[in-house]
C-alpha cells in the first residue's frame, strides 16, 4: 500500500491549509481512509477519517467545527481541510487506510490502522 501526502508548510494562526492523500497498490474494496498527528514528544493521535461507501465521517474533538474531511473515491483521495489552525495543531500529520467494517462504528484507536504515509508536516506560528 502506498499513501502519497502533500500540502503541508507553515501558516499562521488562523490561517488555512488542505491536505491530501492519495492511495494506490491497496485491494481495499471498501477503504476508511483518515488523518493521524504527531506532535513531538506526544503519542500519535486520531484527528478524523471517512469511509468510502458510506457519508460517515468521525473528527476529534480537538479540530471540530475547523477541520473537514473529504473524499474523491474515483482517485482514491482524501483530503483534509484546515481552518482557523492554531499553533497547537503544529505536528506531522500522516495518512492512514484500512479496510472498512461496515458493522463498527469508524475506529480512532492508532493501533486500529496499520497503513502509514510518509508524514507531512504543518506548522502554525502564533
Known amino acids: 500500500v502506498q499513501l502519497q501526502a502533500s500540502g503541508g508548510g507553515l501558516v499562521q494562526a488562523g490561517g488555512s491549509l488542505r491536505l491530501s492523500c492519495a492511495a494506490s497498490g491497496h485491494s481495499f474494496s471498501s477503504w476508511i481512509m483518515g488523518w493521524f498527528r504527531q506532535a513531538p514528544g506526544k503519542e500519535r493521535e486520531f484527528v478524523a477519517a471517512?469511509?468510502?461507501?458510506?457519508?460517515?465521517?468521525r473528527t476529534a474533538d480537538s479540530v471540530k467545527g475547523r477541520f473537514t474531511i473529504s473524499k474523491d473515491n474515483a482517485k482514491n483521495t482524501v483530503y483534509l481541510q484546515m481552518d482557523s489552525l492554531k499553533p497547537e495543531d503544529t505536528a506531522v500529520y500522516y495518512c492512514?487506510?484500512?479496510?472498512?467494517?461496515?458493522?463498527?462504528?469508524?475506529?480512532?484507536?492508532?493501533?486500529?490502522?496499520?497503513?502509514w504515509g510518509q508524514g507531512t508536516q504543518v506548522t502554525v506560528s502564533s
Open positions: 492512514t487506510i484500512r479496510s472498512e467494517n461496515l458493522m463498527r462504528p469508524i475506529p480512532t484507536n492508532v493501533y486500529d490502522y496499520t497503513n
Open positions: 471517512i469511509r468510502r461507501t458510506r457519508t460517515g465521517t
